[in-house]
């Protein structure tokens, strides 16, 4: 199956700092990718789709500017999570469909916790 | 939008036995089904999905049973193994191929007794 890549698999960071998290598709152009966060023993719930080349559409609920979503390449999409606080701490998925697909195919996942 | 419910969200069974976990999704435009199994701290790993032109589909000890009419979908997993231990989630979705976001219930920690 395609591979997505995502990095870094952990981080702890300090309040108020901001993280960047990369997901990578590695074999397959990707003009969609989506970011899912999952709090401990919960599902994963959608918070925005990542467009290449155009702005990102959020989930409702989720605040555009502090999860910044940047599609600029056709293989990298990236979520920096602005001014976190500890209610951030999560784990946080991407995942890309190949064109013409149906089987999402995830990152590792980033597992984030803010001190 | 979409609302899928999964039920049970704990099920526990001896090892050998069978298990069944259901869902029900609410939006009649979903059309493709996923399961995936997931272990703590990993990413899911897709088990089996099945497409809504299509009613039953397995692969060796696991299959799924969709019902368009009802809206409801269920996994069932057979001679179930220690291994089969984890958190399965159902999930649904639409849209244009390479561009669908998922949907996914609320998940079902299955323990199997050895």
């Known amino acids: 199956g395609a591979v997505v890549s995502q990095h870094p698999s952990w981080v702890i960071c300090k309040s108020g700092t901001s993280v960047k998290i990369e997901c990578r598709s590695l074999?397959?152009?990707?003009?969609?990718m989506f970011w899912y966060r999952q709090f401990p023993k919960q599902s994963l719930m959608l918070m925005a789709t990542?467009?290449?080349?155009?702005?990102?559409?959020?989930e409702q609920g989720v605040e555009k500017d502090k999860f910044l979503i940047n599609h600029a390449s056709l293989t990298l999409s990236t979520l920096t999570v602005t001014s976190a606080h500890p209610e951030d701490s999560s784990f946080y998925i991407c995942?890309?469909?190949?064109?013409?697909?149906?089987?999402?195919?995830f990152g590792q996942g980033t597992r984030l916790t803010v001190v | 939008g979409e609302n899928v419910e999964q039920h049970p969200s704990t099920l526990s069974v001896q090892e050998g036995d069978s298990a069944v976990i259901k869902c029900t999704y609410s939006d009649s435009a979903s059309n493709y089904f996923p399961w995936y199994k997931q272990e703590l701290g990993k990413r899911p790993q897709l088990i089996i999905d099945?497409?809504?032109?299509?009613g039953e589909k397995k692969d060796q000890r696991i299959a799924v049973t969709l019902n368009k009419t009802a809206k409801h979908f269920s996994l069932h997993i057979t001679e179930t193994q220690p291994e089969d231990s984890a958190v399965y989630f159902c999930?649904?979705?639409?849209?244009?191929?390479?561009?669908?976001?998922?949907?996914f219930g609320s998940g079902t920690r299955l323990q199997v007794q050895p």
């Open positions: 099945i497409r809504s032109n299509v």
């Open positions: 999930a649904a979705s639409k849209g244009d191929t390479g561009r669908r976001a998922l949907t």
């Open positions: 074999d397959f152009q990707a003009t969609t």
């Open positions: 990542s467009n290449e080349g155009s702005k990102a559409t959020y």
């Open positions: 995942s890309a469909t190949r064109a013409g697909g149906l089987e999402a195919f």
